[in-house]
């Protein structure tokens, strides 16, 4: 077998006295789009942050395209759960779309051609195209969630991470960017929070559940006891065809 993508081995992780992630093992191998859920704090943006190099694992390896996370970070193109910029801040979706190519050495301001005709091709790429000239601030939530996968696309990543990424959308806008992800699967490893295990398993080859500790599913094998022993009995139940 290849060498995973995304390597997670036996990492453990404590913000001061707590812990948030006890012995987590995860391999994420190439082409693969893997669902991460689990309980409000489980440790979902936790284990991301590590996965991005934003935090250093206490006890434990992550390896990301076979190396330390830092020096693989160009090569990930990541949404976060909330925008970093104010959306009351006047600027433009194809400026925003730019600034993921800071990721890749360019200066805030100093884009040239070519990062104008890839933040083009990402725009073109989540059929937001139009959008380019708009103030962001003037978008609906779905409009904005493409602009965001979008910038994380600009840089042509191999691995896209998305943090809850349709939190704020309604159902239709939310089936539209995972109709939209499906297709980027086809060239790029996924990895996804999300709280909707039942949703998200339509769309995902394997589900990895985390509550401070990690147990993973194939989408096939997800049924009501799964979902009952990751979030306790108080939890709607949503049929789906598996
Ligand atoms: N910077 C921090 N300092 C201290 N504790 C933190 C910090 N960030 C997160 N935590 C705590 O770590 C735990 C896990 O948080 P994390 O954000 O990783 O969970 P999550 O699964 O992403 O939650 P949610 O689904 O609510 O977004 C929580 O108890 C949280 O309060």
Same mark, same amino acid.
């Given at each position: 077998m290849t060498e995973p993508v995304i390597q997670v081995e036996d990492v453990?992780?404590?913000?001061?006295?707590?812990? @948030?992630?006890?012995?987590?093992? =995860? !391999?994420?191998?190439?082409?693969?789009?893997?669902?991460l859920v689990g309980p409000n704090a489980g440790g979902k943006s936790t284990l991301l942050r590590l996965v991005l190099g934003l935090l250093e694992p206490q006890a434990g390896r992550i390896r990301v395209l076979g190396r330390a996370p830092r020096q693989a970070v160009r090569h990930i193109g990541y949404v976060p759960q909330y925008p970093s910029f104010s959306r009351d801040f006047p600027i433009s979706v194809e400026q925003v @779309? &730019? %600034? /993921?190519? &800071?990721?890749?050495? +360019? *200066? *805030?301001?100093?884009?040239?051609?070519?990062?104008? %005709? !890839? !933040?083009?091709? !990402?725009l073109e790429e989540v059929e937001a195209a139009d959008l380019a000239q708009r103030s962001v601030g003037t978008l609906s939530g779905g409009q904005l969630q493409r602009v965001l996968l979008a910038r994380a696309l600009v840089s042509e990543p191999a691995i896209l991470i998305l943090d809850e990424p349709t939190a704020n959308v309604d159902q239709r806008a939310e089936s539209d960017v995972f109709g939209l992800l499906a297709e980027l699967n086809q060239r790029l490893t996924i990895l996804l929070v999300s709280h909707d295990i039942a949703f998200i398993?339509?769309?995902?080859?394997?589900?990895?559940? *985390?509550? +401070? $500790? =990690? $147990?993973?599913?194939? $989408? &096939?094998?997800?049924? /009501?006891? $799964? @979902?009952r022993h990751l979030y306790g009995e108080h939890v709607r139940q949503v049929a789906h065809g598996h």
């Open positions: 453990s992780f404590s913000y001061g006295e707590t812990l @948030v992630l006890e012995h987590v093992t =995860l !391999a994420i191998q190439g082409g693969e789009f893997l669902g @779309v &730019l %600034m /993921g190519r &800071l990721g890749i050495g +360019r *200066l *805030l301001g100093r884009y040239g051609k070519s990062d104008r %005709m !890839a !933040a083009a091709r !990402a398993s339509e769309y995902v080859s394997r589900v990895a559940c *985390l509550n +401070r $500790t =990690l $147990t993973c599913h194939r $989408t &096939l094998e997800i049924d /009501g006891d $799964t @979902v």
